[in-house]
């Protein structure tokens, strides 16, 4: 089989790049999982290693899918950036859902001697997308630590958890988030 | 979770990964004819500080933010 190909073509990514992904995003999940733990006690929580591997796996084919048609300029093209490793990681995380409570009880006397009213789980992975999201802008806008006001942050669970958000409405909010993170202004007056 | 046992930790999810056998999509010579890559310029330390080191006050908002959600609705 010949292997020339066109100058600017783009390989996928390899196995060994989207093992590196689910790797790093098991290490978060496993650290924010014993955080909440140990705010919440009584919450069990887990994840699902097959469904963050198939996470990692569809965020990166979408990348790179992103890269090869979107872009036009050869140098650019051949690398994501923060704001689209947000915008991928965030569609699978909310569309395959990895973290789940561990045994909820289905009888009802059990399900009401330990259900905590200040109970947060339903959001629990669009959270872990947000944060996850926002620790790849803070990077890339060289700042420490990028924290939404708590209007936004419930803005935007809100509409990953019910409303049908597309990869490019989410782009453009990541983009403007970025933009905000480095100063920069986003209206005028 | 302490650095160490973290990084145990992803040892063993990345040998649950090996046991998947996830495929290679990018096949080895089509990598070396491309003469590049298709890494990204990804620093993966420096987002997992940040990850770790934000999360408490991180989580505060999603507190908050989820407070605002369930809120009634303020009487006129």
Same mark, same amino acid.
């Given at each position: =089989?010949?292997?020339?190909?066109?100058?600017?073509?783009?390989?996928?990514?390899?196995?060994?790049? @989207?093992?590196?992904?689910?790797?790093? $995003?098991?290490?978060?999940?496993?650290?924010?999982?014993?955080? $909440?733990?140990?705010?919440?006690?009584?919450?069990?929580?887990?994840?699902?290693?097959? /469904?963050? =591997?198939?996470?990692?796996?569809?965020?990166?084919?979408?990348? &790179?899918?992103?890269?090869?048609?979107?872009?036009?300029?050869?140098?650019?093209?051949? $690398?994501?950036?923060?704001?689209?490793?947000?915008?991928?990681?965030?569609? &699978?995380?909310?569309?395959?859902?990895? @973290?789940?409570? /561990?045994?909820?009880?289905? /009888?009802?006397?059990? $399900?009401?001697?330990?259900?905590?009213?200040e109970?947060t789980?339903l959001l @629990?992975?669009e959270y872990?997308a947000i944060h996850?999201s926002l620790?790849?802008l803070?990077?890339?806008?060289?700042?420490?630590k990028i924290i939404l006001a708590p209007k936004t942050m419930g803005r935007l669970l809100y509409h990953l958890h019910y409303r049908?958000i597309?990869?490019?409405s989410l =782009?453009?909010w990541y983009?403007l988030v970025?933009t905000a993170a480095?100063?920069?202004?986003i209206i =005028?007056? | 979770?302490? +650095?160490?046992?973290?990084?145990?930790?992803?040892?063993?999810?990345?040998?649950?990964?090996?046991?998947?056998?996830? +495929?290679?999509?990018? +096949?080895?010579?089509?990598?070396?004819?491309?003469?590049? *890559? %298709?890494?990204?310029?990804? *620093?993966?330390?420096?987002?997992?500080?940040?990850?770790?080191?934000s999360?408490?006050e991180s989580f505060e908002s999603f507190e908050r933010g989820v407070e605002f959600l369930t809120a009634p609705p303020k %009487?006129?």
């Amino acid at each position: =089989m010949s292997t020339t190909l066109p100058s600017d073509y783009i390989p996928r990514f390899t196995r060994d790049e @989207i093992r590196k992904r689910f790797g790093y $995003f098991s290490e978060c999940c496993q650290e924010y999982l014993e955080f $909440f733990k140990s705010r919440h006690p009584t919450w069990e929580l887990q994840f699902d290693p097959l /469904v963050l =591997m198939n996470v990692s796996i569809s965020a990166m084919d979408d990348i &790179w899918r992103w890269k090869v048609y979107h872009l036009r300029e050869p140098q650019e093209r051949r $690398f994501s950036d923060a704001i689209k490793r947000a915008t991928y990681f965030t569609k &699978w995380l909310v569309k395959l859902r990895p @973290i789940h409570f /561990v045994n909820r009880p289905v /009888v009802s006397a059990e $399900f009401l001697s330990r259900f905590d009213k200040e109970e947060t789980t339903l959001l @629990i992975n669009e959270y872990f997308a947000i944060h996850s999201s926002l620790s790849f802008l803070a990077t890339d806008a060289k700042r420490d630590k990028i924290i939404l006001a708590p209007k936004t942050m419930g803005r935007l669970l809100y509409h990953l958890h019910y409303r049908d958000i597309t990869s490019d409405s989410l =782009m453009i909010w990541y983009q403007l988030v970025a933009t905000a993170a480095k100063n920069e202004l986003i209206i =005028m007056r | 979770m302490e +650095p160490r046992k973290l990084s145990e930790f992803r040892r063993e999810m990345e040998k649950i990964f090996d046991a998947v056998d996830v +495929p290679d999509s990018c +096949p080895r010579r089509i990598m070396e004819a491309s003469q590049g *890559n %298709s890494s990204d310029p990804w *620093n993966e330390d420096e987002d997992h500080r940040r990850f770790s080191e934000s999360l408490p006050e991180s989580f505060e908002s999603f507190e908050r933010g989820v407070e605002f959600l369930t809120a009634p609705p303020k %009487s006129k």
